[in-house]
């Protein structure tokens, strides 16, 4: 019987193994984006009706703006690296909330929330553009999704025999791992691992759109100048940060504009 489910779990492994375009690197993930992406559209649509969301102030457009830009970029990324279609069930949102909170989050399908409390660290449009490159790089990269998939496992193993994965228990994970029923809606903690992949990617896809990349090491560096003060951003829970984290913004600050410059793009704001 522990053989037989051994097998079964090899099995869900190699099925649930998907290939992140950004890094080519073999992932585990067993959610589609079909199953992904309703729960968070709901949880998104039900996190804006409980929340003040700014809406036609000049911060409120940069936002859009900057998403916009951000979005378009990664869809020519993947056009131009054979992922035409990758984005054909996002339906990207970006939306600014009122709230003193440092923090900034995306959730699968492009559903994008910024609290007002971030703006003063992100001090500018390229300020929010590094944030929304990193924050829309997890959603890229189905780090959410990869998440839950060992969270099943755990599960699986936790209750070895019952191996279906049921709906009631994906939403239960999907809810843990976005924070679903906590006040402030903030996600567990991402690896370190997927908080690098985030970072060379979002880093990557800003520059594409134009902004500059040498700025996200010194976004990083006014967050990690907040997390001494009397409320540390709640930003840093989710986005555990070290120095190597903005030496590695700084070493492929380059690499990012050379990219960039294949998409016709020479100069960065
Ligand atoms: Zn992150």
Not at 49 to 69: F, L, P, Y
Not at 94 to 106: M, P, S
């Amino acid at each position: 019987m522990k053989k037989i489910f051994l097998t079964f779990l090899m099995l869900l492994v190699l099925i649930g193994c998907k290939t992140n375009p950004f890094t080519g690197k073999s992932t585990l993930n067993f959610y589609s984006n079909s199953q992904m992406f309703p729960m968070a559209f709901s949880q998104y649509d039900q996190f804006l009706g409980e929340n003040k969301v700014v809406k036609g102030t000049s911060d409120a457009q940069m936002i859009t703006k900057v998403g916009q830009r951000i979005a378009s970029a990664a869809e020519r990324w993947l056009d131009a690296n054979g992922y035409p279609g990758y984005l054909k069930d996002y339906q990207w949102e970006y939306n600014l909330v009122q709230d003193e909170t440092v923090n900034a989050w995306c959730m699968p399908g492009g559903k994008i929330v910024f609290y007002t409390g971030i703006l003063p660290i992100a001090q500018n449009e390229t300020g929010i553009a590094v944030v929304m490159g990193h924050e829309v790089a997890h959603a890229l990269a189905d780090h959410g999704a990869q998440r839950m998939s060992a969270g099943t496992l755990q599960q699986i193993g936790a209750v070895a025999g019952n191996v279906a994965i049921q709906d009631d228990k994906t939403r239960g994970l999907f809810n843990q791992a976005y924070g679903v029923g906590s006040q402030i809606g903030v996600m567990l903690p991402f690896s370190r691992n997927h908080e690098t992949e985030a970072d060379r990617i979002g880093l990557q896809i800003m520059a594409i759109a134009g902004y500059n990349p040498d700025e996200a090491a010194k976004l990083w560096q006014r967050m990690k100048a907040e997390s001494g003060g009397q409320a540390p951003p709640e930003f840093l829970s989710t986005h555990p940060s070290n120095d190597t984290r903005i030496s590695n913004l700084t070493a492929w600050a380059p690499a990012a504009k050379q990219e960039a410059r294949k998409f016709g793009v020479t100069s960065f704001k």
